[in-house]
């Protein structure tokens, strides 16, 4: 038993040392690599190294907000929906086409409404459509 007690204390003490160099040398070399990472993202938005900042966001939501689905889509859409929600009970009813959108009746299991929700060309609530729509128009007066 005494025997057995200075070899473990030696593996302890052999074991720590070396995972402390490790980490203490690991973490030297990746604290000027993130430090110089950070300060190239920070500056890359300021200079505009890759065009105004936030550009990229908005021509991909340009093209969103021109995109527009059938009704088989908007079906598939909204019962992926109520799919991600998790309630076996509700399925997607009618879907009725309109000037603005669709208008999709949420029903039960045995046909009762339980909610109508008008959604946008793209799939999107109309209200939400509506508003991001408004933001937009005022940002390409500007």
Request: proline share 2%.
């Amino acid at each position: 038993m005494n025997r057995k007690l200075p070899v473990a204390a030696a593996f302890v003490s052999l074991f720590t040392a070396t995972s402390a160099l490790a980490w203490w040398g690991d973490d030297d070399k990746n604290s000027s690599e993130k430090h110089e990472g950070r300060y190239e993202h920070r500056e890359c938005g300021k200079k505009g190294k890759h065009g105004v900042r936030g550009e990229h966001g908005r021509k991909e939501m340009k093209a969103f907000m021109k995109r527009e689905f059938t009704a088989d889509e908007i079906r598939t859409l909204a019962s992926a929906r109520l799919l991600m929600k998790g309630n076996p009970n509700v399925k997607v009813g009618e879907i009725k086409a309109n000037d603005k959108g669709y208008s999709v009746s949420i029903v039960t299991r045995d046909d009762s409404l339980v909610k109508e929700l008008t959604l946008a060309k793209n799939g999107m609530p109309l209200e939400r459509f509506e508003r991001i729509q408004e933001r937009m128009a005022k940002k390409e007066k500007k």
